[in-house]
DNA sequence: TTGAAAGCGCTAACAC
DNA sequence: GTGTTAGCGCTTTCAA
């Protein structure tokens, strides 16, 4: 079927070693025979088969990512910017990036780790969405297995990772609907266990207690990080009374959610009712009326991620870089006007 | 570092071909011999070798992904749904799937197509958004390298593929928008070159002239498939004279955009003028107003290539078997009221 | 029922 | 400079 060396081999006459030597660029081949290798290997169309260097090197030259997935009608725009990221800085770097689906905590996700951290299936991972008491990254710990993670943890576990700081987003996102005026705000954080909503919630108490605010704990509803779930769980918060004046989604995605069910109601967001997300998502800028979000550039988080693992695995990088980036205010008319300069 | 078949075949005292043997179920091994091996194999914890595996049996066990992205910010669900899609077939399958992004239509997207087709990157391909004289279907074709697509060509080319019935899908929305008392019915086209914007166009066309409308060269327009386009695109159809009164977006991510644009422009989106999309992306019932569209399975369409794939993988099925599947028209309040019931 | 031997395609230590 | 040899871990004749 496909050229081996051998045959290159068996068409200069030479062994099957000088050819490899000769393709791989060592000094030690006659400039001359070099060159009639090089010509046959063109001419004959040669390839290397990879699995067979990969076999030889015992290193597969790959990436994995074990992409967190829920059911059928799973689409979170996250994802394609998150995976054109890795991927494309993966593939400048010369891995292949292998992806593995599966529905978070599962038992299928579960294995899929087991398999990757035994090796020979990938030579490092990228883990996303970490979680409290994550026992993907625990078990990468423990085996030693090369990996970043975009998320931390508070425990113990000390891994590499890219994070954005959310506590720090909140901060600015809450304190900007408190300079308008609002001291009711509604949240609907995202389910228990992710730790990005942990610091997303915490930085949302923090930002009312410093501004002297209590917060009653109706305000504050879980949400399942979908559109839905924003729809669903918005209209608890909508019947308080006094009804929050503005409501922060602790994603877009639930923030798209909420607003058209706010608008259902009969109110209008950015008027009746300020709203905020997190991620700024393609989209916030185009729903109606346009989201107030804090940004997040997913795609460059993906690639300094897998940067970061690619060093690793080449034993370029202290080990256990941390990276944190804040995420910016995007200001649009979801947050409406000063509240008492409403109409 | 990993446990072999020799350290077993030690271990037990037998050959490595004994133990190889015990442990693919061969029934030439005889029950004591057997048991004492797979115990050994669970004390030792033995896994085999997949990149070892691969090379003896000249396969990968694995399916290529070459996903085609734009830029930084690219970040369309459709590719989130789909890669869970394919994801979970390939799993259930107990094949694994490689990713690799480029941009279309890019020497780099040529050269991942023309190393996959090599053989011993991927044992077959998923091909998405076929374009119209498609260099990866004819490269794949020739090399008879095995895949299926996501979308067919209009020429001589044949292979597997299921795809959506974009011309049907688009009479239905057409020809709704014309029962609703349309007349003047702005398009907005994906860019040239796209198989399925080409059915799309062609939809609206034909169904325009099946009810004896005149389409005017101007109420159609090119936009880029994301929300920008469709924002940027909208705008000279609302400066015509007189105005479309709907606008029909090839996908739902323009429709988004241009209903952003729309209502930026004091206009409403179900009154002053209807809007249909076309995917009926999640978000796309959570925007304001909730968008007319019509349905595609990506998720499940996704399985069935995947599956489809694996069976030609395996002999199993007739080569080059056509799935085409019909959209659903899903009718949201973008489209609006009957035209003269307006008020 | 078991084992020896060959080989998948490549690389590298070591001779010549 | 170049070839011999060995071996990565596995599967599969073939012979015993």
Same mark, same amino acid.
């Given at each position: ?56 090197? /015992? ?146 108490? /923090? ?88 940004? /997040? ?47």
């Amino acid at each position: 079927m496909a050229v081996t060396l051998k045959d290159i081999a068996n068409k200069v006459g030479v062994s099957v070693t000088t050819v490899s030597r000769a393709l791989a660029g060592y000094s030690d081949v006659s400039p001359t025979t070099r060159e009639r290798i090089k010509a046959a290997a063109t001419e004959l169309g040669y390839f290397p088969n990879i699995t067979a260097q990969r076999l030889r090197k /015992q290193r597969t030259d790959t990436l994995g990512f074990i992409m967190p997935t829920f059911g059928a009608r799973f689409s979170d725009p996250f994802f394609s910017e998150f995976i054109a990221g890795i991927g494309t800085e993966a593939a400048d770097h010369e891995y292949d990036l292998l992806v593995s689906t599966h529905a978070p905590d599962s038992e299928g996700e579960a294995n899929a780790y087991r398999r990757a951290a035994r090796g020979g299936w990938a030579d490092g991972l990228i883990v996303v969405r970490t979680r409290e008491d994550d026992l993907r990254l625990r078990l990468l710990c423990e085996k030693n297995f090369p990996f970043v993670a975009f998320g931390r943890t508070d425990d113990e576990l000390d891994f590499p990772y890219v994070d954005e700081d959310s506590e720090a987003g909140m901060e600015m996102l809450v304190q900007h609907f408190i300079d308008l005026g609002h001291r009711h705000i509604g949240f609907i954080a995202p389910p228990q266990g992710l730790m990005f909503g942990r610091y997303r919630l915490r930085g949302y108490y /923090q930002t009312m207690a410093k501004n002297n605010l209590t917060v009653l704990p109706e305000w504050v509803m879980e949400g399942d990080m979908t559109q839905h779930g924003g729809a669903h769980v918005v209209k608890d918060l909508l019947t308080l009374d006094p009804r929050p004046t503005a409501v922060i989604c602790s994603n877009d995605l639930m923030a798209i959610g909420a607003a058209n069910r706010i608008q259902q109601q009969g109110l209008m967001v950015g008027k009746d009712i300020a709203l905020g997300g997190f991620d700024d998502i393609p989209l916030a800028a185009f729903v109606t009326p346009p989201l107030t979000t804090l940004h /997040q550039p997913i795609y460059e988080i993906g690639r300094r991620s897998c940067a970061m693992l690619i060093n690793i695995l080449n034993g370029r990088v202290p080990q256990n870089e941390h990276i944190l980036l804040t995420p910016s205010l995007v200001v649009r008319e979801s947050s409406g006007p000063m509240l008492y300069e409403r109409r």
